[in-house]
């Protein structure tokens, strides 16, 4: 190996075979590696994911030493550049897609780019907005995962999340946005008549205005023993980096929603089987029905109601579940390799905890009239107006997408919530101003 000039090693390519992409060395049961995965296969760059189980593969691209748990995973840029052990933010940062704000200030920070974040980076920019936004994962949310929306307008054929995604994501840069990938907004703090930032790595970022459009995280599945699996055969949501993994393997899919119908189909293309196991009595209850449609008529695919995961089986890797189904609640084992669950959403206001936002009961955050009738959420407003719709209890700083407390959880409305948000920023700008 040889050293570069920053002391990080390389490797020798005169010995090794070239690989013009990413590759990724480690445990498949690793839920670092895992998220490295995701984290490439959601921001479209190509990787090789090398298993340490295959001796000859990891024989001709590393050394022993590079194989102690400690250096896992190991990643090996493009450039010959070896990062050990790999993290999500030093894959970024090596692959050049960590950049700093160029500005001082803007006029509207955006907090998440998913399609309610994406749709009012377009629109903002556009109109001559400085505008950024802040994804701490991919431009798309849990959106940009979905392998097909088949109802949205104007796709009589249906569009892959990601690929809306990209498209929405070059259209915002066309129009002069930024937007800053792999950090999380860790806090929000109010700064005048504006907000600040501060963002996972230390960065800050000064606004006038903020859009808060930072969606929400799968809800979590109350099972013992389950968080030591994730990565090892569990996972939150469909992530697209799994589905081709799952050649040939058990499949299930807990949920009974939307997501967890395009979950199945996606799945049903490569898995032996896949069963989706819900916990209410039927499909239609709450999966839209051209989802229903296509999972009844899947020959892979099987559906059970009234079922609940209530234990797992496991070594190094998830084995089984343990299921409670029907009205007396029978016992029965599914063996699987793979569970991805899919059971609804928590709004993400973690970063913005502290600013002081009024919150819904389930913890969305209220904007607009609902701000207005909820007891003491404008005890420190300061503003003769009431708050603007969208805009939260705190003057400039608005809230889009699932994140809103009341939205409906559909792509095509957090679009229109983004695109509706910049009208009402406008406005803000002008009180601000005294225009």
């Known amino acids: 190996m040889t050293k570069a000039s920053d002391g990080t090693s390389m490797f ?9 992409q990413v590759v990724l060395v480690g445990e498949r049961a690793s839920s670092v590696g895992y998220t490295i995965r995701d984290f490439l296969s959601r921001n479209g760059v190509p990787y090789e994911w090398v298993d340490l189980d295959d001796a000859e593969r990891v024989g001709v691209l590393v050394s022993p030493a590079d194989t102690h748990p400690g250096q896992l995973p190991l990643c090996v ?20 897609m960590v950049s700093a704000p160029s500005l001082s200030e803007y006029d509207l920070t955006i907090v998440g780019a998913g399609p309610a974040g994406l ?16 994804e701490a994962v991919a431009p798309g949310g849990q959106a940009g995962t979905t392998s097909t929306i088949e109802n949205y307008l104007g796709f009589p054929q249906g ?10 994501t070059a259209q915002a840069r066309r129009f002069g ?6 950090r999380r907004t860790v806090d929000v703090s109010r700064d005048g ?21 930072s969606g929400v995280d799968w809800r979590r599945l109350e099972i013992p023993g389950i968080n030591d699996l994730l990565g090892s055969g569990v996972y939150y949501g469909a992530g697209p980096s799994e589905a081709v993994t799952s050649t040939g393997c058990r499949v299930a899919v807990i949920g009974g929603g939307n997501s967890a119908g395009q979950a199945v189909i996606r799945f049903s293309r490569y898995a032996t089987n896949v069963t989706l196991l819900v916990r209410g009595g039927s499909l239609e209850a709450s999966m839209s029905q051209y989802l229903v449609s296509q999972v009844n008529t899947l020959s892979n695919v099987e559906v059970r109601t009234n079922t609940e995961v209530v234990d797992l089986e496991s070594d190094e890797r998830l084995r089984a579940l343990i299921v409670s189904s029907g009205p007396d609640s029978a016992l029965s084992r599914l063996p699987v390799e793979a569970l991805f669950i899919c059971i609804g959403g928590v709004p993400r206001t973690e970063g913005a905890a502290h600013v002081g936002l009024t919150l819904d009961a389930a913890g969305y955050v209220r904007t607009g009239g609902d701000v207005s009738s909820s007891a003491g959420a404008l005890d420190g407003w300061g503003m003769s107006r009431q708050p603007l719709p969208l805009e939260t209890n705190l003057p400039g700083l608005f809230a889009a997408g699932d994140v809103r407390s009341g939205s409906i959880k559909r792509c095509a ?16 700008l002008a009180e601000v101003s005294g225009v």
């Open 119 to 134: 749709a009012a980076a377009v629109y903002a920019a556009s109109e001559g907005l400085r505008t950024i936004a802040i």
């Open 193 to 213: 008549p504006g907000y600040v930032a501060r963002l996972s790595d230390g960065t800050t970022v000064r606004s006038l205005a903020m859009l808060l459009a």
């Open 177 to 182: 946005a930024e937007i800053i990938l792999a």
């Open 413 to 428: 409305a957090a679009i229109g919530e983004g695109s509706m948000a910049v009208s009402l920023v406008h406005q803000r």
């Open 12 to 20: 020798d390519y005169d010995a090794r075979p070239f690989t013009p």
């Open 77 to 96: 840029l493009p450039s010959g550049i070896r990062l050990a052990p790999a993290t999500v933010e030093n894959v970024a940062a090596g692959l050049g």
């Open 159 to 168: 569009v892959s999340g990601s690929e809306l995604a990209t498209r929405a």
